[in-house]
């Protein structure tokens, strides 16, 4: 990113708000690890996908439910 993009991305941040920064943050944190189709459950959908960076394999996920 170029020093002229950075300080427009910042300032848009800073007049925006940093709750909606932390949030955009987070969610593409989430979707870089696949954590969204994790939630969903074992599946399908998790074939050919990398789950945090390969340190949990497809076959691996359950959801575990607690009352």
């Given at each position: 990113?170029?020093?002229?993009?950075?300080?427009t991305?910042?300032?848009?941040?800073?007049?925006?708000g940093?709750?909606?920064?932390?949030?955009?943050?987070?969610?593409?944190?989430?979707?870089?690890?696949?954590?969204?189709?994790?939630?969903?459950?074992?599946?399908?959908?998790?074939?050919?996908?990398?789950?945090?960076?390969?340190?949990?394999?497809?076959?691996?996920?359950?959801?575990?439910?607690s009352?």
């Amino acid at each position: 990113m170029g020093s002229v993009q950075a300080k427009t991305f910042w300032t848009r941040w800073r007049t925006v708000g940093i709750g909606l920064l932390l949030r955009t943050i987070l969610t593409r944190v989430r979707s870089d690890v696949n954590l969204h189709a994790m939630r969903i459950g074992p599946g399908k959908h998790l074939k050919g996908l990398s789950l945090f960076h390969g340190l949990v394999k497809p076959e691996e996920v359950s959801i575990v439910l607690s009352s």
